[in-house]
């Protein structure tokens, strides 16, 4: 079995990130990581060790009321996402949701809807073009109305079975351990474990289905088409498949396959002329199609080990420059950093204009939801 350097191992117990560790017992890199921490890396390694290693981010600038500092402008993107899944599972909660007695669509998208945008204090972005193009908080409501509208009788065969399942902190979905006899083929030097969390889970039926939401900005050509190869809905069928018997009985378990998701697709700006604002399809995976994206998932995780190897001996790590000027519609927050021509002005960049934050925590975020 290869190893990894002890100064790796020495880096990693010294670093204390929460999402690689050293398990003295067995002798390896541990990893537990979610789709968000894959796909920055996959994005941009130089920025996934600001981002992930580091936990550096633009200091918060003052601005106008209501102005978004500029390294917060993702942050509506986020946070309109967040806003819309607490939405969704208030929707199928079987205890306040459609179902339940004495719900009321002016009580759900509106008395609801208004505590919970009041709570993430969303009129900060009204000066965002697409808060403003959304209409604020009304143009919210009115969306959420739609969506109760238009999946209603969709959602009447959905049997609701869970909400909420986070996984990853009991390292209950392993992408891949080590076992000596398997070390000829698919091999990775760390034992690797996915995190994150499923919104919701329904019976349909015929299948145990888990249900993503996407809030996106338009539905441009066919805007599936890049859920069909993205890996977040084959890690959510994947982890699915592996924390079913911890969620439903073993009766119910035979009588029901879990190979999709249904993905509903949200449009914040304007869907194209007479369509309307949604969509809802399901996804399906073969079993040979997730054994492809575990594959892939240890790749990234080889590749990341072999980053750190060279990151912590202060040496370069890969660039995607094409995502420089277009991170999520706007400038890298690191580019003040990469354009500087040392790293003694590199340093500095980041000592006047950047903080250090908590990293993201791929097991806190599950405990907390
Ligand atoms: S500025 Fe470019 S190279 Fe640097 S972290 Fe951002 S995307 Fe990566």
């Given at each position: 079995m290869l190893k990894p350097t002890t100064q790796l191992v020495n880096w990693i117990i010294e670093k204390q990130l929460p999402w690689i560790s050293y398990d003295d017992r067995i002798g390896r890199v541990v990893v537990v990581i979610d789709n968000h921490l894959l796909s920055t890396y996959r994005q941009c390694p130089a920025y996934f060790m600001l981002?992930?290693?580091?936990g550096i981010r633009p200091k918060p600038t003052p601005t106008a009321p209501g102005v978004i500092p500029v390294g917060e402008r993702r942050e509506w993107f986020l946070d309109f996402g967040i806003l819309w899944h607490k939405m969704m599972e208030e929707y199928y909660n079987p205890v306040t949701g459609f179902r339940s007695h004495g719900f009321t669509l002016q009580g759900f998208a509106v008395d609801t809807a208004k505590r919970n945008w009041d709570i993430m204090q969303m009129d900060k972005y009204l000066n965002h073009p697409e808060c403003q193009k959304i209409g604020g908080f009304m143009g919210f409501a009115v969306l959420l109305v739609g969506y109760a509208n238009m999946f209603s009788k969709q959602n009447e065969r959905l049997q609701w079975v869970a909400s909420e399942i986070s996984f990853g902190k009991n390292r209950e979905v392993p992408i891949y351990t080590y076992i000596p006899q398997e070390e000829q083929g698919i091999w990775s030097i760390c034992d690797i474990y996915l995190s994150g969390r499923i919104d919701l889970l329904f019976d349909d039926g015929t299948a145990l289905v888990p249900m993503d939401h996407k809030t996106l900005n338009s539905f441009r050509r066919d805007p599936l088409a890049r859920f069909l190869v993205d890996d977040g809905p084959a890690g959510y069928i994947f982890a699915m498949q592996k924390i079913l018997p911890t969620i439903v009985g073993a009766e119910l378990l035979s009588r029901r396959t879990c190979n999709s998701i249904l993905m509903s697709l949200v449009c914040k700006g304007d869907p194209p002329k007479g369509e309307p604002p949604f969509k809802r399809l399901p996804i399906f995976k073969s079993s040979e199609a997730l054994e492809m994206y575990r594959q892939r998932q240890i790749a990234t995780c080889n590749n990341i080990i072999s980053d750190l190897e060279q990151y912590i001996r202060g040496q370069q790590v890969q660039r995607n420059t094409t995502a420089c000027t277009n991170w999520y519609f706007y400038e890298c927050p690191y580019y003040d950093i990469h354009r500087q021509q040392s790293l003694d002005a590199e340093a500095k960049t980041i000592h006047n204009g950047f903080v250090a934050l908590p990293i993201w925590n791929t097991e806190r975020m599950n405990e907390e939801g």
């Open positions: 981002y992930a290693v580091e």
